[in-house]
């Protein structure tokens, strides 16, 4: 006899019906364009993310003016490539060096600078995350795989107004040269949070 | 106090270790972008403001066992009770069943670009002289306050010095409780690890935040 999967397309989970349903009367009642919801969804999946806050870093490894303007109004040099508006409409860019890592949370929230990163991964939302990074900056670190000499001091911020902060990384040794696309690519999400460290340029 | 949130985490006692994800890994059902819309949409109708979701969401019971886009979508179904736009009735239905209630606006798909683009930017023209400059010692409040709030409670009656001067922004307090925007100067505020966590705080780091002004006593 052939297995039946009927139940499947019937049992599906609470928040899907859930969200289905919100959607739904809201739809009816005319408070949302049903359309406007897929535009919104397109927007944070395939065009605003980190991708673009590695472009903004690698400006600044490459163009030494731009890391100036990007330190003193990291608003105004942000958006003169294109990254403006929701939950980044107060940036400031916050530069490693070696006495001094940056590392951004929101212990109250999620408060995270969409234009440039995009949506916040799931652990940056998570209670370990925001319990610990402001009592154990290194264990966090480590559990990123990240160790820093202990000459570095860790500056943790708390994002909890609503300016939003980007670290800006070291550029890497051995980086002579790298066009700023090539640049980007070594540019990591999480070095822009500062739980992690831009990739290594291949040898 | 009537007032809980159960979202001020920083500094609770937490042994799980962060799990990072690749850079890629945003939504983790389908249901989720979804809510993540819906949330957004609704925000652009103007019923309530972004201060006003916070307390919505981090005075939720269930807070604390409840995934991120659930905490959105269970504070979304509040604000739209307490303000008559979808009734309990309506959610269980999963059709409308009254007449809609007047919204502000309603965001359009071609328009959502535009919106997104210009946000909703908090800062205030200046209308007094900032009380603190740069290098300033300060002590913040120690008191509780039986609302919402962006003072941690990691850091009250806490000693710190000014880092920045932020410009005056929107006063999230008194925005989350519909008594309007009151700017105040805001400041980002530097505290040592011993400050804030004793004497046998983890070395080698310090913490900042931003704060608004009457989060701010000058200290000698």
């Known amino acids: ?203 | 106090m009537s007032y809980h949130t159960h979202a001020d985490l920083g500094g609770r006692p937490n042994a799980q270790a962060v799990r990072p994800e690749p850079e890629t890994e945003i939504f983790h059902a389908a249901w989720e972008p979804r809510a993540l819309a819906v949330t957004l949409a609704m925000g652009a109708t103007g019923s309530w403001n972004i201060d006003m979701s916070r307390a919505a969401r981090e005075t939720l019971p269930d807070y604390a066992q409840s995934s991120y886009y659930r905490i959105w979508i269970a504070a979304l179904e509040k604000l739209l009770a307490e303000r008559g736009l979808v009734r309990p009735d309506e959610l269980q239905a999963g059709r409308a069943l009254h007449p809609a209630a007047p919204v502000a606006r309603v965001l359009q798909a071609a328009a959502v670009p535009a919106v997104l683009a210009k946000g909703s930017p908090t800062e205030r023209a200046a209308t007094t002289p900032a009380r603190f400059q740069v290098g300033d010692a300060v002590r913040t409040r120690a008191q509780r306050v039986d609302h919402h709030t962006r003072l941690p409670g990691y850091a009250h009656g806490k000693r710190g010095v000014i880092e920045s001067v932020q410009g005056m922004h929107v006063f999230a307090d008194t925005h989350a409780q519909g008594l309007g925007e009151q700017p105040q100067w805001l400041y980002r505020v530097a505290f040592s690890s011993t400050e804030l966590w004793g004497d046998d705080a983890a070395p080698g780091f310090s913490v900042a935040l931003d704060a608004w002004e009457s989060y701010l006593e000058p200290t000698a």
């Open chain 1, 1 to 203: 006899m052939a297995h039946e999967h009927d139940h499947e397309h019937s049992e599906l989970d609470e928040m899907t019906l859930r969200v289905r349903a919100l959607e739904t009367v809201l739809a009816q009642k005319g408070y949302i364009d049903p359309a406007a919801l897929d535009v919104l969804i397109d927007t944070y999946q395939t065009q605003i993310g980190p991708r673009n806050g590695a472009r903004v870093v690698a400006r600044a490894w490459a163009d030494p003016a731009y890391r100036d303007w990007l330190l003193r109004d990291g608003t105004a040099a942000i958006a003169s490539l294109g990254y403006s508006g929701r939950q980044g409409e107060h940036m400031v860019v916050l530069a490693n060096t070696p006495q001094r890592h940056h590392m951004v949370v929101c212990t109250l929230c999620s408060c995270y600078p969409w234009p440039v990163l995009g949506l916040p991964p799931t652990w940056y939302k998570s209670a370990p995350y925001r319990s610990r990074a402001v009592k154990d900056p290194r264990g966090v670190l480590a559990d990123f795989g990240v160790t820093l000499p202990e000459s570095t001091e860790i500056r943790v911020v708390d994002s909890t107004a609503e300016v939003r902060y980007l670290v800006l990384p070291m550029r890497p040794a051995g980086t002579e040269g790298f066009s700023e696309t090539e640049l980007a690519e070594l540019v990591t999400r999480d070095s822009m949070i500062g739980t992690g460290l831009p990739q290594e340029p291949a040898r």
